[in-house]
């Protein structure tokens, strides 16, 4: 049977930065240098434009939802109750669930971010967006997903979602970054991973139990909204205890300190 291949495309920014150029052409080296400064630049702007931006999450899901959908109906709803509790929303900026988070959370009032991607023959981003920052390259944009986010909620979808669920994961399992909300919308859509990865994953000894425990499983909007609430209320607890904590400890060495030499200083 003949093996079915795409048809060739013009090439993307990400392939021309990771594929095998001809040593033969010497000119290729300076082209990967100008590259790496255009990718410094694409995080200077988006640290710059994201740097105030305040308690925020992040909602991914399939850009080929349709508005009739019930699962774009949930986004929209999630987006606006997280709205109404200060949160801003992020998505990804473009059509399907991302489009029903950005207008969820813009009509209710908060504020609606979208990071949006160049892809051939796809719209960039959608109009309910109050900021919009495009990018070239996916990894850029990821680290700017992970950076200002505190929590993700994973609505059905693609390859894409999944990069960005599984980015995630593997950023807590390895300790690169603290252990934040992962919530996956949907049993009926998610279920079937999850048992894959209790039943091969976890039983095959590739991950530990612990690590299946990093995600969240659910249906209810609501609970996701205090899922969320409760994981920032616990943050700032602990923050509040960090805080405070150097400064008390600090202060009784001190006066341990004090009281040793005034028993040193006594005459005799």
């Known amino acids: 049977m003949t093996e079915q291949r795409r048809p060739p495309t013009q090439p993307t920014e990400d392939r021309k930065l990771l594929q095998t150029q001809p040593y033969a052409d010497a000119s290729f080296l300076e082209t990967d240098a100008w590259r790496s400064l255009r990718i410094m630049g694409e995080f200077v702007d988006g640290f710059d434009a994201l740097a105030r931006l305040g308690p925020a999450v992040s909602i991914f899901g399939s850009a080929r939802t349709p508005p009739d959908d019930p699962m774009y109906g949930s986004a929209e709803r999630l987006a606006g109750l997280l709205a109404t509790h200060g949160y801003t929303v992020i998505t990804g900026g473009g059509p399907g669930i991302m489009q029903a988070a950005n207008k969820g959370a813009q009509e209710a009032g908060g504020f609606s971010v979208g990071l949006a991607i160049e892809l ?149």
């Open 120 to 268: 051939p023959n796809e719209q960039s981003t959608n109009r309910w967006c109050d900021l919009a920052i495009n990018f070239r390259y996916f990894f850029v944009r990821k680290t700017m997903f992970v950076k200002y986010a505190q929590a993700f909620v994973i609505f059905p979808g693609g390859y894409g979602t999944l990069d960005e669920l599984f980015e995630a994961l593997t950023l807590v399992q390895t300790g690169k970054i603290e252990h934040f909300p992962i919530v996956l919308y949907g049993r009926a859509y998610w279920q079937g991973m999850l048992a894959w990865i209790e039943n091969v994953l976890v039983e095959g000894g590739k991950i530990n139990a612990l690590d299946r425990q990093l995600v969240q499983l659910t249906d209810d909007v609501d609970e996701i909204v205090d899922i969320i609430v409760e994981s920032f209320e616990d943050e700032a607890r602990a923050q509040a205890e960090m805080a405070n904590a150097p400064e008390g400890a600090g202060r009784a060495e001190a006066e341990r300190e004090q009281a040793a030499q005034t028993t040193t200083t006594q005459p005799q």
